[in-house]
């Protein structure tokens, strides 16, 4: 786990979760998983995008 990239999503939830409406308990309690599955438990702070394995065309 990234201890600053934890923080800095707690740092952004103090200063925007109210008015994104992120300060209701049960909110947090389905965000926080979430957001924890996502990133690797904080290890990512960027979203990467999934690779795609391309189909090659072996008969040439």
Do not use: C, T, W, Y
Not at 6 to 28: A, T
Not at 34 to 48: K, L, N, P, T, Y
């Amino acid at each position: 786990m990234n201890g600053a990239n934890m923080n800095s999503v707690l740092v952004e939830l103090k200063r925007f979760g109210f008015d994104l409406g992120m300060i209701k308990p049960h909110i947090l309690a389905q965000f926080l998983p979430q957001i924890m599955h996502e990133s690797g438990d904080f290890r990512s702070a960027v979203e990467e995008k999934p690779v795609v394995p391309v189909a090659v065309d072996k008969s040439r």
